[in-house]
């Protein structure tokens, strides 16, 4: 089992659905959402949340900066 | 995972990655997926974790990224098209104890811009250059720059570039490493998490060269330009991997 676990919060009204957090997912936590935001953009969103482990590759990857990652150690 | 169980984890003290605090409310003009955001992120994460907010100059220059100044929270002047490094050096020859760097593609330093910049390399002028290598004009709609390479196709060589006909695809960070002006010379890119992280390490380090007064720092970023390469943007990250790096090899070309 996973030493962390982890989430995203995503900024969803400011996602452009590029999905290039969804490739850099290693555990494939994130899909774009069939759901559009108020430009008609896909958002990204947690699809698997219990597969995150916080490793942050989605977030150094958004060019848009709207991703918060949150990673806590498992006990 | 329960619900409760996310809001165990979504706390103030298990965040590990936000926003930097430098980037501004400003949403992005950029397409999604474009590279310039990713770099205007690392930059601003750099300046934020230098501490040097108050103390650093930006040039944006002329290309898409002509409103950098919109989102990075700390002085900038614009520039015309391809003199970025001009403003630059009288910034901060007015101003020597401030951090000053340009912020250029490949159309705006390497094609209107080449003379400013081997200028500005040779006179070795305390500056960061970082050069956003798309091998392409993104701005006015996907025509072909210096660096584009051979073959690809762009709205000025809809049959690919031709070297006959548009001579061949330059390596303008090469040529100036040759230059006695520059003291680091590197070549870097932003798709995946650990390139990203490599780029944000040359990019800090080229600013805190800015102190040692050992000449021009230059950070090419190999990057994307989905809507002018008229792909995806992960897609786009596959060409850039499959064509791209053979041309422009990423690393440190010169570091003294
Ligand atoms: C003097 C002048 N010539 C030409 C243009 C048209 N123009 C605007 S941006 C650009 C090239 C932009 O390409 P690049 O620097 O690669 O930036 P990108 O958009 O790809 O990031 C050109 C030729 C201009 N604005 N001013
Ligand atoms: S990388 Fe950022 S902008 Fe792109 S889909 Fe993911 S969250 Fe949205
Ligand atoms: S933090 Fe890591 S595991 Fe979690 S969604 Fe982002 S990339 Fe996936
Ligand atoms: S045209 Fe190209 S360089 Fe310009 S914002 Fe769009 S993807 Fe980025
Ligand atoms: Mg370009």
Same mark, same amino acid.
């Given at each position: $089992?996973?030493?962390?676990r982890?989430a995203?919060?995503?900024d969803?009204e400011?996602?452009k659905?590029c999905?290039l957090c969804? %490739? ?6 994130? @899909?774009?959402n069939?759901? %559009?935001n108020?430009?008609?953009y896909h958002?990204?969103? $947690?699809k698997n949340?219990e597969?995150?482990i916080?490793?942050?590759s989605?977030?150094? %990857?958004?060019p848009?900066s %709207?991703?918060?990652v949150y990673?806590?150690?498992v @006990? | ?6 809001t165990d984890i979504?706390?103030?003290e298990n965040?590990v +990655?936000?926003?930097? =605090?430098?980037l501004?409310? !400003?949403v ?13 992120? +690392?930059? =601003? /994460?750099?300046? /934020? ?6 103390q ?5 220059p002329?290309g898409?990224?002509v ?7 700390i002085?900038?002047? /614009? ?6 490094p001009?403003?630059a050096t ?7 104890e #401030?951090y ?8 705006d330093?390497?094609s209107?811009?080449?003379a400013?910049i081997m ?5 070795g002028?305390?500056?960061?250059v970082?050069?956003?290598n798309n091998a392409?004009?993104g ?8 660096t584009t +390479?051979?073959?690809?196709v762009?709205a000025t060589t809809?049959y690919g570039?031709?070297?006959? +006909?548009?001579g061949?695809?330059?390596k303008i960070?090469e040529?100036? =490493?040759q230059?006695?002006?520059?003291c680091?010379v590197?070549?870097? &890119?932003?798709?995946t ?6 780029? #944000?390490?040359a ?6 060269? &800015?102190r ?5 720092s230059f950070?090419?970023?190999v990057?994307?330009? !989905?809507s002018g390469w008229?792909m995806?943007?992960?897609d786009? !990250? ?14 440190d070309i010169?570091?003294?």
């Amino acid at each position: $089992m996973a030493k962390f676990r982890g989430a995203i919060v995503v900024d969803t009204e400011h996602c452009k659905g590029c999905s290039l957090c969804v %490739v850099a997912c290693p555990t494939h936590v994130i @899909e774009l959402n069939p759901d %559009v935001n108020g430009k008609g953009y896909h958002y990204a969103y $947690m699809k698997n949340p219990e597969a995150c482990i916080g490793c942050a590759s989605c977030g150094l %990857v958004c060019p848009d900066s %709207v991703i918060s990652v949150y990673k806590k150690a498992v @006990e | 995972m329960s619900r409760m169980e996310l809001t165990d984890i979504i706390k103030e003290e298990n965040l590990v +990655l936000k926003k930097s =605090a430098l980037l501004t409310d !400003n949403v992005m003009h950029y397409c999604p997926g474009c590279t310039h955001g990713v770099v205007h992120k +690392l930059i =601003a /994460e750099v300046i /934020e974790e230098l501490g040097i907010q108050e103390q650093t100059i930006g040039i944006s220059p002329v290309g898409c990224s002509v409103f950098a100044y919109n989102y990075i929270d700390i002085d900038w002047a /614009e520039a015309a098209h391809g003199r970025a490094p001009a403003l630059a050096t009288a910034i901060r020859r007015l101003h020597p104890e #401030k951090y000053v760097f340009t912020y250029q593609g490949d159309g705006d330093l390497a094609s209107i811009g080449c003379a400013e910049i081997m200028h500005a390399c040779n006179r070795g002028e305390n500056i960061v250059v970082i050069f956003i290598n798309n091998a392409i004009y993104g701005m006015t709609g996907g025509q072909m720059a210096p660096t584009t +390479l051979l073959g690809q196709v762009t709205a000025t060589t809809p049959y690919g570039r031709d070297a006959k +006909l548009n001579g061949f695809p330059m390596k303008i960070t090469e040529l100036l =490493a040759q230059l006695d002006g520059t003291c680091y010379v590197t070549r870097q &890119t932003a798709d995946t998490p650990a390139a990203v992280r490599k780029t #944000k390490n040359a990019i800090k380090k080229a600013f805190q060269n &800015t102190r040692l007064d050992k000449g021009v720092s230059f950070v090419e970023v190999v990057g994307t330009c !989905n809507s002018g390469w008229k792909m995806t943007p992960v897609d786009a !990250n596959k060409w850039m991997h499959e064509h791209m790096f053979e041309k422009y090899p990423l690393g440190d070309i010169k570091d003294i």
